[in-house]
């Protein structure tokens, strides 16, 4: 089975471009930068970690395959913060 993100239930504020995440559980905030936020964005449950990457690129203009690294980093940071999960 193909791992498709799914954000966690934390409470989201936008403000002047940037992306701000705080987890009640944890009483700890996260502030995303722009490629960050896009990710998270993403992270709807049904989209694949190739869907993401694929969305990223045609947003860009560029293969999604370019950018399967950093979409991996920016996922396992945001999972290891608890504010998405990889099922």
Known sequence: ???????CDVKEFEEDGEVLLYHPLRD???VLNQ???EV???????????AITT???AR?????TLLFDDVVTA???LSSRELIELA
């Open 60 to 64: 860009y203009g560029v293969e999604g």
């Open 1 to 7: 089975m193909e791992t498709c993100p799914r954000r």
């Open 40 to 50: 998270w964005q993403l992270c709807d449950g049904k989209a694949s970690l190739e």
């Open 28 to 30: 700890e905030a996260t």
């Open 75 to 77: 996922l396992l940071e």
């Open 55 to 57: 969305r990223l690129g």
């Open 35 to 37: 490629s960050a936020a």
